[in-house]
């Protein structure tokens, strides 16, 4: 079952914007990651956040975390053509594995 | 630079063959996965090992078995390929509890 469900599905915005998608998950967790996908290809880890953290930060990536709501934030501050991917959050109900959302699709315009 | 690889980006196959994927990590990681991803799904995990013989089911192991006999390697078996198996497979590694996982660049499964 998944864990995390992304929203929105889908984000369009220009260059230079910001943009922000959210996570909530269903069950306690011991720390949250969000993982970035350019069209195609693997997926590659942006950020780990503990649950005892509320915020972290990581160049122009910001993450939230508020374990009272079950949800997370992901903000990518002046973005660019190139932060055009899917981006999806993940969570370990266990110690070992993790579970994906659906993910949201950001794309960028020049 | 830490690397997990995929036998094959693009493989085709017909209804009721056997099909191996192969995934192999360089970075001496005892957890490795097997995703598939097909659209608006997201990823569901199939299986995981977290030490060499070991496995266990992720959430969708029906039709799908596995494979560890050495720790850089890990391969997912479709016993009898079915057409509602065509998706991306991805393989992904971690090292320890809590950690980042690496992902190889994917398997593109189309079965006929």
């Known amino acids: 079952s998944q864990q995390g469900e992304e929203d929105p599905q889908a984000l369009s915005i220009q260059e230079g914007e910001n943009a922000t998608m959210n996570c909530s998950y269903k069950?306690?967790?011991?720390?949250l990651q969000w993982y970035r996908q350019n069209s195609g290809r693997g997926l590659v880890h942006l950020i780990l956040?503990?649950?005892?953290?509320r915020e972290k930060h990581s160049g122009r990536l910001r993450v939230t975390l508020d374990t009272s709501k079950k949800s997370s934030s992901l903000l990518i501050t002046a973005s660019r053509a190139a932060d055009t991917a899917s981006y999806f959050c993940?969570?370990?109900?266990?110690?070992?594995?993790?579970?994906f959302g659906a993910g949201t699709r950001l794309t960028v315009k020049p | 630079d830490v690397k997990v690889t995929q036998s094959s980006r693009y493989l085709v196959k017909r209804t009721g063959e056997k099909v191996f994927l192969e995934c192999v990590q360089d970075?001496?990681?005892?957890?490795m996965f097997w995703y598939r991803q097909d659209p608006g799904l997201g990823l569901r995990l199939i299986y995981f090992?977290?030490?060499?013989?070991?496995?266990e089911k992720g959430d969708i192991p029906e039709g799908y078995s596995v494979s560890r006999e050495k720790k850089e390697r890990f391969s997912l078996i479709l016993e009898s390929a079915s057409t509602n198996q065509t998706s991306m497979y991805l393989c992904?590694?971690?090292?320890?509890?809590?950690?980042?996982?690496?992902f190889g660049p994917g398997t593109r499964l189309t079965v006929l």
């Open positions: 992904a590694s971690s090292r320890g509890t809590y950690n980042e996982q690496f």
């Open positions: 090992s977290y030490d060499v013989k070991m496995k």
């Open positions: 970075m001496d990681h005892e957890n």
């Open positions: 069950t306690s967790i011991n720390n």
């Open positions: 993940a969570t370990d109900p266990r110690y070992r594995d993790m579970r």
């Open positions: 956040i503990r649950s005892n953290e």
